[in-house]
T-cell receptor, first 114, second 114 residues
Framework: AQSVTQPDIHITVSEGASLELRCNYSYGATPYLFWYVQSPGQGLQLLLKYFSGDTLVQGIKGFEAEFKRSQSSFNLRKPSVHWSDAAEYFCASYNYNQGGKLIFGQGTELSVKP | DTEVTQTPKHLVMGMTNKKSLKCEQHMGHRAMYWYKQKAKKPPELMFVYSYEKLSINESVPSRFSPECPNSSLLNLHLHALQPEDSALYLC?????????????FGQGTRLTVV
């Protein structure tokens, strides 16, 4: 079955440090992949998406993600983290077998130290 | 206007009450969604409307009753809820041809059932 795994439940980084959040997917063909961010008590905001083409995807707020088929990964990166980046991050995949449904990973909570 | 507006932001209701959650968008999207999200968990899809018709019901209990009166509005009618139904309820919308892939989320309604 199609699935999305985020191995890290919680990550803490210092402000100004680089960030990488991991995401692994399981699907035979090329998946549609997304990263969403959610601040406490808020809705989800789409950071970036990958459908096909260039495997390095640029998103909003200085985020980027790289699709690596060989590793079944779609990791999210940011070169320099700001305190306002503290939030919950969800990786998601479009479910081909159930049109209209996103499969979410369990989320990674990011804390930022001053 | 790229907003999905949800009202109310917070709702406390007793188990015998009847209440409704409202969602509105003016982006011309013809697909609208209800998600339920418990704390520290990813959103779970409840319902999908496409062209004002219910297209997906994720086996949601009948105490939750969705309604899509027109292309801009989505309601979720609540009746005889249980304390375990307390959660953040998120509405989202998208173009139908980009089902869930370009979904815009509202800020959510924080529901507490007492």
């Amino acid at each position: 079955a199609q699935s999305v795994t985020q191995p890290d439940i919680h990550i803490t980084v210092s402000e100004g440090a680089s960030l990488e959040l991991r995401c692994n997917y399981s699907y035979g063909a090329t998946p549609y992949l997304f990263w969403y961010v959610q601040s406490p008590g808020q809705g989800l905001q789409l950071l970036l998406k990958y459908f096909s083409g260039d495997t390095l995807v640029q998103g909003i707020k200085g985020f980027e993600a790289e699709f690596k088929r060989s590793q079944s990964s779609f990791n999210l990166r940011k070169p320099s983290v700001h305190w306002s980046d503290a939030a919950e991050y969800f990786c998601a995949s479009y479910n081909y077998n159930q049109g209209g449904k996103l499969i979410f990973g369990q989320g990674t909570e990011l804390s930022v130290k001053p | 206007d790229t907003e999905v507006t949800q009202t109310p932001k917070h709702l406390v209701m007793g188990m015998t009450n009847k209440k409704s959650l409202k969602c509105e968008q003016h982006m011309g999207h013809r697909a609208m969604y209800w998600y339920k999200q418990k704390a520290k968990k990813p959103p779970e899809l409840m319902f999908v409307y496409s062209y004002e018709k219910l297209s997906i019901n994720e086996s949601v209990p009948s105490r939750f009753s969705p309604e899509c009166p027109n292309s801009s509005l989505l309601n979720l009618h609540l009746h005889a809820l249980q304390p375990e139904d307390s959660a953040l309820y998120l509405c989202a919308s998208s173009q139908v041809r980009q089902l869930t892939t370009e979904a815009f989320f509202g800020q959510g309604t924080r529901l507490t059932v007492v």
